[in-house]
């Protein structure tokens, strides 16, 4: 795809989505940090549940430091690997309570340092917590990245890179969140609704999909 369908596409997805932001529930970095290592294999919308109760009883780290696994558990155990994440979160409040005064460090090396934050987690907060240019590389971005051909690559971390190279400076940063939400909600895993996507024209996937027609 070459450099001038690239600009129009996040253009499109700009003039649609002027201040796209992530579906998960935060008021501080801390919350969003929780909410995001909730979030591996699990939805937004199943995290949201689970913080909606946590948060108004306890958001801080030595507040939930102080409930230790099993006081966790009860707020997230609807969600997939709730004992392992209640773990990694606990452990997470300990050493931001030890080794960063309460506060969610800053940089990808340190963030990464934290149990159950790996690379996405980590440029997710960076991103949307604390503004930098990053793209977390998710199912949705990695399979909106090659099916369109706007960044092509076997992992996702190649794609990462692709994107971070392919996309034009003044749409870095909010380029996250336009091709989760593409591939959220337009690009989709099984059936893409390519009938009723902004970028159809510029798309590069080869088995675009008609409109569905109506059961007579």
């Not at 913080?51 to 102080?66: D, E, G, M």
């Not at 155990?77 to 990694?88: D, E, M, V």
């Not at 996309?167 to 690009?187: K, M, N, S």
Request: hydrophobic fraction near 40%.
């Amino acid at each position: 795809m070459n450099a001038e369908k690239r600009r129009e596409i996040f253009m499109r997805f700009r003039h649609a989505n002027p201040h796209p932001t992530t579906e998960l529930e935060y008021t501080t970095p801390f919350e969003l940090l929780i909410a995001v290592i909730l979030s591996a294999q699990a939805t937004d919308v199943s995290v949201n549940k689970a913080t909606r109760k946590l948060y108004p009883v306890t958001n801080t780290p030595a507040a939930i430091y102080s409930l230790q696994v099993e006081g966790l558990i009860p707020f997230i155990q609807s969600i997939g690997l709730y004992r392992t994440k209640a773990k990694n979160i606990i452990e997470t409040c300990r050493i931001l309570l030890a080794a960063h005064g309460g506060q969610v460090p800053r940089t990808r090396e340190e963030l990464q340092a934290l149990p159950g934050v790996g690379r996405k987690t980590a440029n997710v907060v960076l991103n949307t917590a604390f503004g930098q240019s990053t793209i977390a590389v998710d199912t949705h971005i990695f399979r909106v990245a090659n099916r369109t051909g706007i960044a092509p690559g076997k992992n996702v971390e190649a794609v990462e890179q692709k994107l971070l190279k392919a996309v034009p400076q003044e749409f870095l940063h909010d380029a996250h969140h336009w091709l989760i939400l593409h591939g959220r909600y337009t690009c989709i895993a099984r059936t893409p609704l390519c009938w009723n996507c902004m970028i159809a024209d510029l798309c590069e996937y080869k088995m675009k999909t008609p409109l569905p027609q109506k059961g007579i």
